[in-house]
């Protein structure tokens, strides 16, 4: 084994510039692709913030008795994924208005009378903190005769949740697209070094060399090429990350959403990933070279 890594890595040398694009192009596309990664990590992180704040706010009819309210918030409670039921009288809604809009208090000083309604503020287990449950939840609270209106963030929650379907699969077609294209690379790159020593592998193989023995040299370097391409790509998105987050964080990390970099086993399988990209490369490219 060590004499195949000192032949891989004398051919690196021999060399350069043909593996320098190679390790370039695929740190370029780990790059882009652990990019992506990025972005889906921070973005899944703030959508579970968003979705352990989400509530149901339960809005009933005006003429409901008061006689009512706990058989209805008794029944709430028996409902599927609800968590807490909490009754909000008018009076108190009025309070917490106010208390809200303290610079704009001289809006609500000539109401004659309390124009918001008596309501519930529905809170789910965890369990039930997504789109399609939420959703579920909220149409079967609306059927019940005392409910006037039912609001939970229907617009603003199910257009993120779009966009953020369409990026993941904008990333799995980005990440393919970049995968296919460094193998070709890679392949390429080995192609264009067998050609340069066809003489030498010729000679190899007519004095009883195995194709193994030929083969394994070029494995470890396509192998070494990924690694350093996969470790250079993610060392620029470190960089360009501490960049970001430097100037974003400040308006994040006051509240429970914190930004973060890839995960350590995210890293290694990255890593990993650009390491079997260069071994695939030098197998489609060893495959045509070396028929028999």
């Not at 040398?13 to 390790?23: M, P």
């Not at 039912?150 to 904008?170: D, M, Q, S």
Request: aromatic letters at 12%.
């Amino acid at each position: 084994m060590r004499l195949y890594l000192k032949r891989a890595i004398q051919d690196i040398r021999q060399n350069r510039f043909l593996n320098a694009v190679t390790i370039i192009t695929i740190a370029l596309s780990i790059l882009i692709v652990s990019s992506f990664a990025l972005f889906f990590i921070n973005t899944s992180d703030l959508m579970n913030t968003w979705r352990e704040g989400v509530r149901i706010m339960v809005y009933l009819m005006p003429a409901t008795p008061a006689a009512e309210i706990p058989g209805l918030q008794k029944k709430m409670l028996g409902m599927y994924g609800v968590h807490e039921v909490r009754f909000i009288s008018r009076d108190d809604a009025l309070k917490q208005l106010r208390g809200q809009m303290r610079r704009q208090s001289a809006l609500l000083e000539n109401l004659k009378e309390n124009p918001l309604p008596d309501g519930f503020e529905v809170r789910m287990i965890d369990a039930s903190r997504n789109w399609e449950k939420i959703e579920k939840l909220a149409v079967q609270i609306e059927d019940l005769p005392q409910v006037e209106e039912v609001e939970y963030g229907r617009k603003w929650l199910g257009r993120f949740t779009n966009i953020f379907n369409l990026f993941t699969l904008a990333g799995y077609g980005l990440g393919a697209l970049f995968f296919v294209a460094a193998v070709f690379f890679v392949a390429n790159t080995i192609r264009l070094v067998l050609y340069t020593r066809r003489d030498e592998i010729e000679i190899m193989r007519l004095v009883g060399a195995e194709d193994q023995f030929i083969k394994i040299p070029f494995y470890i370097e396509g192998i070494i090429q990924g690694a350093l391409g996969g470790i250079i790509g993610l060392l620029l998105l470190f960089i360009v990350f501490l960049a970001i987050s430097s100037n974003v964080a400040q308006d994040f990390t006051a509240g429970p959403f914190q930004i973060r970099f890839l995960p350590l086993h995210i890293l290694f399988s990255i890593i990993s990933s650009s390491m079997i990209v260069g071994w695939l490369g030098c197998l489609v490219s060893l495959k045509q070279f070396l028929k028999p």
